[in-house]
Nanobody, 126 residues
Framework: EVQLVESGGGLVQAGESLRLSCTTSGFDFKNYVITWFRQAPGKEREGISCIRRNGAPTWYDASVKGRFTMSKDSAQNTAYLQMDSLKPEDSAVYYC???????????????????WGPGTQVTVSS
């Protein structure tokens, strides 16, 4: 059974950092595409960072590029999202999702992913 669990969310002030983890099991971690999404209240879920099977290059949405860094540890079957210089507009529920294959131009679309974690809340105060 494929399982993904996010952790590391919380309440921080603007300019501070958080590190999210996505712990996984039940599939061949090294050969899956892993993506972080987020969804703020009243907004659509959006893809913000993606690591493909070969681990490079990592893709980022323009809204987080230069502030967020995604990585993975295949030995631990875990993906990470280091979030620096957080802004109030980064407040959202953050999800990790995986799929065995993704179209390059569609990596940010939720419909491309078969498996999801339950999410972790990130709140950034001003």
């Amino acid at each position: 059974e494929v399982q993904l669990v996010e952790s590391g969310g919380g309440l921080v002030q603007a300019g501070e950092s958080l590190r999210l983890s996505c712990t996984t099991s039940g599939f061949d971690f090294k050969n899956y595409v892993i993506t972080w999404f987020r969804q703020a209240p009243g907004k659509e879920r959006e893809g913000i960072s993606c690591i493909r099977r070969n681990g490079a290059p990592t893709w980022y949405d323009a809204s987080v590029k230069g502030r967020f860094t995604m990585s993975k540890d295949s030995a631990q079957n875990t993906a990470y999202l280091q979030m620096d210089s957080l802004k109030p507009e980064d407040s959202a529920v953050y999800y990790c999702a995986v799929t065995s294959y993704v179209i390059v131009s569609a990596w940010h679309l939720p419909g491309q992913y078969a498996y999801w974690g339950p999410g972790t809340q990130v709140t950034v105060s001003s």
